[in-house]
């Protein structure tokens, strides 16, 4: 029987095909907080919202990595990520359009939004095309809208290739608002003068321009937490070393949206109003929210997805002073900026549970950072900062792209000796990607430049992985480079002395385990 759901909010989800083996248990399972603020949203004007993940569905227990037999206490750790992730048989777009079809929505919002929101959402569309496919051929007269960074950033491309009738660009809470209320009226419509909202007339792309944004985030009320089944959720691998029976439930939430700064190789302004901005919840919002997840979900992993979290000294420190007043012994991981943070907050935030800082370093080379906008540091900051943050006791995480427009094999080696230098307790090494929605990707396309032939090609770990040519290696010499690098980095003794000392040998073990899945790739 029909349910008769005004909106359904489905996450799309392929991990095996984004991050190949190690999707079954070392990548996290982040959960759906974009479509949860939806939905929170929407609900609060009097619709009704069911939510429906399919990365969750998608997983498998065939997808699960063999357990390393070396170490019982790793094994027991893989096991435990089996328990928490065998939720259902194996899904297929046809079994989540059924889904769909049970509820009967009014609308259906496919958000497009990984779990890195700028580097992640464009792989989503191979998966969201087939599942457009099979809802529109089981059941054409369901209305479904796409929002997110990748249709934001090619909304007539994305409404003439895929079976969706609506694009919502930018911030869509106010866009589904008001189209809802047109849908639910029962009217006829012939066109809809919404902001944001993009469709399809007599073959004609009709754009409303940017959506509305929410001025004040403490508009929003609290993700939809009730609509989705918090303990399926778990965190990075590396944001539990030393407890890694310990990844579940996890949280992710906003504590601002948007970001001030205007990096090339970024696509998220897109995902707002295509401008550089930022809006901040005020701390009696967030440890409102934060309360919520403790009390009633006994969520103890929790992520700031703000794209900076560590911008302003004094709002940073009323939020820290909030945390530890409730003393919930938190592991929490945040971004910072290289030149945004000082003694005193970074030791304020170890206090009240940020236990991880991600760092974009991006390059060694300042030449090569300039190149991108990525401005305001240099080496000898860099080199500060990561110290005084392991000092203060947080953990770092340090993020570096090889392939960036001005680097050559020297500039990336570079990058490669810093990030060991550095010695940070993970790493992330990207190919430069040009996003849909970046500067790259415009220059890239006004400059003929080599673009992946797929959508997953956009993918960081998938076969079809083809980055960015700069001006002085192709995008194979880069991805070549790059798999090298990740490799080094995690086999350095130097490393795995201090993953030892800090965190113990089974998160060695563990660390070993994960270099066993190799990556399949087409151009290498």
Known sequence: MSENIDLLIVKPGSPQKIYGDLSSSFAAIEPPVWGGMVASFIRDKGYSVK???????????????????????????????????????????????????KSNPLLVNIVVMGPNPSASSTPLMAAIRELLNSLKEKSPQIKTILTGIHPSALPEKTLREEKTDFIGQGESFYTILHLLKLLKSGKKIQNYKIKGLCYLSDGKVISNGWGELIQNPDELPPVA????????????????????????????????????????????????????????????????????????????????????????????????????????????????????????????????????????????????????????????????????????????????????????????????????????????????????????????????????????????????????????LSGKEVLRFRDKAFKEYYTNPEYLKQISEKFGQETVLHINEMLKHKIKRKFV
Request: proline share 3%.
């Open 225 to 472: 937490w009730d609509l989705i089944s918090v303990e399926k959720y778990r965190a990075h691998n590396w944001h539990c070393f030393g407890n890694l029976l310990q990844r579940s439930p996890y949280a992710v939430i906003y504590t601002s949206l948007g970001c001030p700064y205007n990096c090339s190789y970024c696509n998220i302004h897109t995902l707002y109003d295509g401008k550089p901005g930022i809006r901040f919840r005020s701390p009696k919002k967030i440890i409102e929210e934060i309360d919520l997840l403790v009390k009633t979900y006994k969520v103890k992993n929790v992520k700031f997805l703000d794209e900076l979290f560590a911008i302003n000294d004094d709002r940073v420190n009323s939020v820290c002073d909030l945390l530890i007043d409730r003393g919930y012994d938190l592991n929490i991981w945040a971004y910072a900026r290289i030149n945004t943070v000082n003694e005193r907050m970074l030791k304020k935030m170890k206090k009240a549970g940020i236990n991880w800082l991600c760092y974009g370093i991006e390059s060694g080379s300042k030449g090569v950072r300039i190149g991108v906008s990525k401005l305001g540091f240099g080496q000898d900051t860099i080199r500060k900062v990561v110290r005084m943050t392991q000092d203060a006791g947080i953990y770092v995480l340090g993020n570096f792209i090889f392939g960036l427009p001005d680097d050559d094999l020297e500039t990336m080696q570079e990058t490669f000796n810093l990030a060991k230098e550095l010695n940070c307790e993970y790493v992330n090494f990207y190919a430069a990607m040009a996003y849909p929605g970046s500067r790259l990707f415009k220059e890239a396309r006004n400059n003929g430049a080599e673009l992946p032939k797929s959508w997953l090609g956009y993918a960081q770990l998938n076969e079809e992985t083809l980055p960015l040519n700069t001006k002085y």
């Open 51 to 101: 939510m429906l993940d399919m990365e969750v569905e998608d997983l498998a227990v065939g997808q699960i990595a063999k357990e390393d037999k070396s170490s019982s206490s790793t094994t027991e750790a893989l096991a435990e990520v089996k328990k928490r992730t065998k939720f259902s048989s194996p899904s297929s777009a046809a079994r989540v359009a059924d889904e769909i079809i």
